[in-house]
Every structure is written in structure tokens, then in C-alpha cells.
């Protein structure tokens, strides 16, 4: 259960900091006149054309705009389960989502609370994701860390052709095998008030079964 319960929540971009790198680079070429066999260094427009690959990489645009309805106060649901014929457990809580970075990163808190059956979970439940869209990968992605374990999963993913189905593929370090573990899920915004967030599991036949759905509903 700790593995499905570990991307409760749903779900960085480094390309800014490389291209930083060259550009800071290139600057400081930029002061020498010639190289060591006499020729020019690049000059302006060679230096005007990577400050504007740099702006491009790190302003928010239409993808981002498509995370904005999951901004706010939500209450929700889950049910989750440890195989696919296996009975459904479920808690109730209180997320958050909200912008940091300009604009650039959902940053998603998530309080839980077992229900009295399900001994495993042991206590109040508590995550933490960071969500954004990679303008250089052209992909979403979702970090996730939780009071379940020591690790996070990493996922990435893309949207469908209206921006409201986002499907990732997410990897994390099983504490059940000790191995990396993939798996699919799902996050579908139904409208301003309404979001669900799917994970499916694959079985002892390797069949792909749902193991996780968290329904969310603005908090009013």
C-alpha cells in the first residue's frame, strides 16, 4: 500500500540552468578579440540569439496555463488497493496547490487522515509534489515526497489535445523489492471545481489494473 499511496498527491526543469552555463561562458569569450589561431569570436547576434532561446525556455506559456484550475483549497477522497482483486481502503483530507517561481511551478500540499480499518498507514498522512510543464522537453513533470517513506518519485508526461487529461509514467524505488518500479497515472481536470487523479499498477499476470483514484472537490 506504501507504494500506491507514495504519488497520493499528484506529482525540474534544469534546462534554464544549462543554457546559463553557455551563456556565462560565451560572456566571458565574448572580452577576447580573437581565438588562439587569430579569428573572430562570436559576436552580438550570436549572443542575442542564445539570450532569446533562454527566454523562451523560461516563460510560462500555454501548457502552464493548463495547471491553472488546479490552483486553490480542495477536499478529497482516495481508494486504493494492493492488488487488483484486493479490497479498496480509503481516507478523506485537504490539499493545496499554489503557484511559486512566477508562475513556473505548482507546488501541491496534501494533509490525510486513514480511515480507523487500515492499520498500515499507521497516522496522518502527509505529501509534497512539485508539478510544472519543461518548455525545453516539451513534457510535464511531477516530483513527489511523502511521510511514507525516505525516497520520491519522478514523473513525466503530456497532455491530451484540450489540455485537461494530463498521463504520466512515473519511477521510484519499491521498498517492497528494493528495485525501480514504473508506473502510469492519470490526471484529469473535469472542470474549475472538479480533478481526479488515477494510478494504475500491474498485477502478478503483468496486466495493468487500477490501484489508486483520488477525487477532488474545491474546497468552498
Known sequence: MRSQVKILGVLFCTGALGLGGVVFAQTKDDKKPA????????????????????????????????????????TFTTKYRMSPDGPWEQSTGNAVYKWILGGRILVHEVKANPSPDDAMMGGPFEGFGLTGYDNVSKKYFNVWLDNMGTGMMSSTGSCDSSGKTITYMGDYNDPMTGKVKT??????????????????????????YASLEVSYVRAK
Not at 500555454?62 to 483549497?73: D, S, T, W, Y
Not at 472542470?191 to 495493468?208: R, T
Open 35 to 74: 581565438d588562439a589561431k587569430g579569428g573572430a569570436q562570436p559576436g552580438g547576434d550570436e549572443m542575442a540569439k542564445m539570450m532569446e532561446l533562454m527566454k523562451k525556455a523560461a516563460t510560462p506559456g500555454e501548457f502552464h496555463n493548463h495547471l491553472k484550475p488546479l490552483v486553490g483549497k480542495w
Open 183 to 208: 508506473v502510469k497515472s492519470i490526471l484529469k481536470i473535469a472542470g474549475d471545481d472538479k480533478v481526479v487523479f488515477e494510478m494504475y499498477d500491474k498485477g502478478p499476470d503483468g496486466k495493468e
